[in-house]
């Protein structure tokens, strides 16, 4: 699985040429929830792609676009296509069940 790290200049581009399954993930360094994130999600055999991560804290117009509320906070994207937020423990079988809720829901532009 790819993992890369995204910022307000280099999301949106990344996110739109992306091709397959985008998990995009916003998390904070002082967030312990996030930490615990940044170090299991990487090592799931999720259905997706890529891990695309961006720091809540320097990247202000991401979460306010986002409308990013907790942290963490993940989103799925296909194709450049934005299918909503990922409500789920840090457990794999919640999210990728999540994941498949998204993608069964209507698609929309990316924030």
């Known amino acids: 699985m790819q993992t890369v790290e995204l910022d307000d200049s ?3 581009r990344y ?3 992306a091709r397959g399954l985008t998990l995009l993930v916003f998390h904070s360094r002082t967030c312990p929830n996030c930490r615990i994130a940044r170090e299991r999600l990487p090592q799931m055999n999720l259905p997706i792609d890529r891990l695309a991560w961006v720091d809540a804290g320097q ?3 991401l979460v306010q676009r986002y409308e990013v509320f907790h942290l963490p906070a993940m989103y799925v994207v296909r194709d450049g296509v934005f299918y909503g937020p990922v409500q789920a423990s840090l457990a794999h079988w919640d999210i990728s ?7 069964d829901g209507y698609p929309a ?3």
């Open 10 to 12: 280099s999301a949106d």
């Open 59 to 61: 990247n202000g117009g």
């Open 97 to 103: 069940r999540q994941i498949a809720l998204a993608l």
């Open 15 to 17: 996110l739109l040429d």
């Open 109 to 111: 532009e990316l924030p």
